[in-house]
């Protein structure tokens, strides 16, 4: 008969955080349960007590008997997740029944060290948003880790979903991990994928705030680990991580609970090693590894535009490049309200075609060159036409970098509208007759039997110049059209 | 002060027993060594044991020593790793001591008897949902003889045997 069992009790209770003695042989991240049915997870072992965090409510009292369970802390992984959504421990939450585990499911320990260099390879391909300002200015590469940072109602979350929608037939995979935010947030955000038909290759991993703190606080190892097993298919993923700024509060709450040591705005000294620990599992992989590849895109929200304080510089640090979203470029009807001279994308333009690169440059340079002029211009009232010219040029690039919600833009009509501006066709047009226009001229490119095989010829062009040569053809047709 | 436990642990089984026999004995020691008119109301089996105690381990105690000794000896009891024994029911003295005493006997090395000093301590619980039988807990391991972990272990086996008779 052997019916051992390992157990232990109760010394020491404070909330979520409970001590327990006996176990001679638990590791960290081993699971123990009460012998009401409450689960909780080894974070660290003393010499005569483990830390244990439930992940369920219960009323624990000292002297109550806990019992380790065989399996660690992990969750059941396979295809059978896509469209669906989760809690950090792979319960469904979004009431669609059971998860169907037919064919090949396998156990993932949810804490995984990252994969080291000899698995990775360089980030070569673009990740294509569909969003002009992003594949054209700062574009992703497909591995990379892009930190989305931005004060509150700055349109973060609606440009993560479009991103999300606009992977549609790309086979790109798709994990949203919503960390702590109210249930109605975590059932909308599920609605809008799955009436834009982007929930069938999405997995939603959610801990809502109501929850234990340490279950909230699983969400993203949880979404890594999901993220891996699809990456591990030779899939590429793309990992939204909503946001990194709950979790490190979460973690704050944990660590002040378990007597460890403030540092810096009250977060305990391994806040950098939690969320770089967890980042660094992103990437491009090689194919004895798996092939695929995780674009992580952590997201924080920012206090008062405040970019400077702990948690958004750690990950500034962490990560391959930042955008910094903000609410006044929103007010100001700017969509995407991406703040492009301080977004930054470390690792994209290695992977952006030799057109684009070159357009990008250039583009960049009339809106630093803007920038300045338009300082001195608001103490003149005469300026040189060259002046005049760039500063036009930057209001048309600003208007036709502004994008609608749900309207992915193809990579072709991406370069030719930041051509345009280039072009003897916008060289005397306002702003205001691109945002009358922006559209027309979008459909035009796509449909138009003159101008489609222009945007047939794009991916096979050399360079800008070509480029713009080619679309000075297009100004007469483009004229008649906007009249 | 392993002897002056030793001394207690000789007849004393239980962890309950043994706080309450400590706290017997301290303040039967107050009231000899500071003259206290409080009288002490004691069972037949409380008396029974503070005459069992030898003459030279009282005469070990006085009104310098006894506080500190005391508050020693609860120091070392917290330390004390006792069995844990869950029970369907809760046992009298003659009961706990057969237990007690079979335990030693078995697992036990005794000082007194040349052993390196283990003292097998009971922490009896009480826990009917067990049906009947007893489990053991000894350093963080569990073991299950209960009625309750057999009818876990052959459910489906009993399930089916019922289902028998069901139309």
Known sequence: MNNTEEVGYVTKVRDFLVHLDGFPSIRVNDMVISEKGSRGWVNSIGQNEIEVLMLDEEKITPKKLFKKTLNRLGLNVGNFLLGRAINPLGVPIDGSGLLSKSGVSEILELEQEAPGIESRQFIKQQFLTGITLIDTLIPLGKGQRELVMGDAHSGKTGFLLDLIINQKNTGVICIYASIGKPSVTVRNLIDILKSNGALTYTVVIAASSSEPAPLIYLTPKTALTVAQYFQKQGKDVLLILDDLGTHAKLYREIALLGNKAPGRESYPGDIFYQHAHLLERAGNFLKEYGGGSITALPVIELGLNDFTTIIPTNLMSMTDGHLLFKSSLRAQGQTPAIDISLSVSRVGRQTQDPVSNSLSAKVRQILSEASDLETISRFSSELPPETQLTLRRKDQIIELLKQDPLTPTSKPIQVILLSLPFTSFLKDKNRDFLEKNRRKIIEAFLNNPQLVPITKQIPTLKSDEELIKLLEGAGEVLAKLCQ | ?167
């Open chain 2, 1 to 167: 002060m392993n002897k002056i436990l030793d001394v207690i642990l000789t007849n004393t089984y239980s962890i309950s027993q043994l706080k309450h026999r400590l706290s017997l004995l301290k303040n039967h020691l107050l009231k000899t060594l500071f003259a206290s008119k409080q009288e002490l109301i004691l069972t037949e089996s409380e008396s029974n044991w503070l005459n069992s105690l030898p003459k030279d381990f009282l005469s070990q105690f006085n009104q310098n020593n006894i506080y500190k000794i005391f508050e020693d000896l609860e120091k070392q009891i917290t330390s004390l790793k006792p069995l844990i024994i869950y029970l369907t029911f809760e046992p009298d003295d003659d009961t706990l001591s057969q237990i007690g005493e079979k335990t030693r006997q078995v697992f036990g090395s005794p000082r007194s008897a040349g052993g390196a000093g283990r003292v097998i301590l009971l922490d009896i619980k009480y826990n009917p949902a067990l049906i009947a039988g007893a489990s053991f807990v000894w350093n963080g391991l569990s073991r299950d003889y209960s009625l309750k972990a057999k009818v876990e272990e052959r459910k489906m086996v009993i399930l089916d045997s019922f289902k028998k008779f069901l139309r």
